[in-house]
């Protein structure tokens, strides 16, 4: 498996507070993603990086902030959930070179919104 | 925009035969379509993919074939097993955004012992 961890794994928030879910890697991988799973719209891109503080959105970006600080770190932010955000949230790795654009998933969080 | 239209979104076969999960695109400058399985409480994982200068790849039981001219990929598996059982999503990327990958919806597969 591809070295991506998650955390949280789960986490339960009410309606109008910040969330911030961490992504980390140990592969050195140069793109990063967030996506989101909803039963009947299969994965969804909220915003992606390409590199160390280059950041860009995705499908379904409303509501939702990144940033990359360093390579092995993508964070996404809530700043104020609604139940709309509830949700499990993905994210994914992929390599800077053109002839690999194969992308590995970390094991998700399941973030619920009250 | 950009759409990737899966079917069928659940489909069950006997231990032993074979399974079709179909997939059309939009955009005819779409270059690499992956295959993606997801067990329950898992992240999806890459099983195999196809570039649109290839026409058919096999790994083992599975396969992909492209047709580029009609927009549809399909994935294959062959001689299935209850390990099989779970979500198949694919998945194509764009023109103009080479990095980004739009998903169909989903197949949930389930093998029949």
């Known amino acids: 498996d591809a070295g991506i961890t998650q955390s949280p794994r789960h986490k339960v928030t009410e309606t109008g507070t910040p969330v911030t879910l961490r992504c980390h890697q140990t592969e050195n991988h140069r793109y990063m993603y967030w996506y989101r799973q909803d039963p009947g719209h299969g994965l969804r891109l909220i915003h992606y990086?390409?590199?160390?503080?280059?950041?860009d959105k995705g499908e379904v970006s409303d509501g939702y902030s990144v940033s990359r600080s360093k390579t092995e770190d993508f964070l996404l932010t809530l700043e104020s959930a609604t139940s709309s955000q509830t949700s499990v949230y993905f994210c994914?790795?992929?390599?800077?070179?053109?002839?690999?654009?194969?992308?590995?998933f970390g094991p998700g969080t399941r973030l619920t919104v009250t | 925009g950009e759409n990737v239209e899966q079917h069928p979104s659940t489909l069950s076969v006997q231990e032993g035969d074979s399974a079709v999960i179909k997939c059309t695109y939009s955009?005819?400058?779409?270059?690499?379509f992956p295959w993606y399985k997801q067990e329950l409480g898992k992240g999806p994982q890459l099983i195999i993919d196809i570039r649109s200068n290839v026409g058919e790849k096999k790994d083992q039981r599975i396969a992909v074939t492209l047709n580029k001219t009609a927009k549809h990929f399909s994935l294959h598996i062959t001689e299935t097993q209850p390990e099989d059982s779970a979500v198949y999503f694919c998945a194509a990327t764009f023109s103009g955004s080479a990095r980004q990958l739009t998903f169909g919806s989903g197949t949930q597969l389930t093998v029949l012992p």
């Open positions: 990086s390409y590199g160390v503080k280059d950041t």
């Open positions: 994914a790795i992929s390599e800077s070179r053109e002839r690999t654009p194969e992308q590995y």
């Open positions: 955009d005819s400058a779409s270059n690499y």
